[in-house]
């Protein structure tokens, strides 16, 4: 695990309580509507939405007997195998162009429960893959395996890739770096989201 999974190093820490109260916050909001898969993005890059992800999916695998999935959604940079220090050789490109199944392309993490699938090789067409349809109805068909599935995606504010996941997903979390992010460009992320 790298220095970045505070939930997994230091489980104890004012900022593992923080991700356990945004992990509470979400179960709660399946009252009305059942929430399952969720894309996590920004409004621009390096702002820790891979961070975040990867840190909100160790607290969601904490909950004992949860199946949690986090999937590279970021075709164009992808950052979610740093995360978890595993291979990107094999991904959902893959799984989407056919080439591998989704058995050989999941990833085991050394959290019980979590499970990563990469990017695998970065594609010329992250868009139209993306929004193809077979892309739909694998993120639908996870829902049968996975408790929670945690899709990263590139920063919204830049390209639009997020913007259509979130389309197929059940929620959306906008990650916002602190004195770091101007509102304007915030406030547009969260128009495209909406």
């Known amino acids: 695990m790298l220095k970045k999974l505070i939930t997994k190093r230091n489980p104890k820490s004012p900022i593992s309580e923080a991700y356990r109260t945004i992990r509470t916050n979400i179960e709660y909001s399946n009252v009305d509507k059942e929430i399952k898969s969720i894309v996590v993005t920004s409004s621009q890059q390096n702002e820790g939405k891979s961070t975040v992800i990867a840190n909100l999916a160790v607290s969601f695998a904490a909950m004992e007997g949860k199946k949690i999935l986090v999937v590279e959604g970021d075709l164009r940079n992808p950052t979610v195998h740093r995360m978890f220090n595993i291979s990107n050789t094999h991904g959902i490109t893959d799984v989407l162009t056919g080439q591998k199944s989704f ?6 993490t050394e959290v019980n429960g979590l499970e990563v699938l990469t990017c695998g090789k970065i594609p010329p067409n992250p868009a139209e893959m993306l929004a193809s349809k077979k892309m739909k109805i694998f993120l639908e068909s996870l829902k049968d395996y996975y408790d929670y599935i945690f ?44």
């Open 103 to 108: 058995d050989e392309c999941i990833n085991k």
């Open 151 to 194: 899709i990263d995606a590139p920063p919204i504010g830049i390209i639009t890739d997020a913007g259509i996941l979130s389309t197929y997903t059940d929620g959306s979390i906008l990650v916002v770096a602190s004195k770091e992010v101007d509102i304007e460009m915030a406030q547009i992320a969260k128009e495209r989201l909406d």
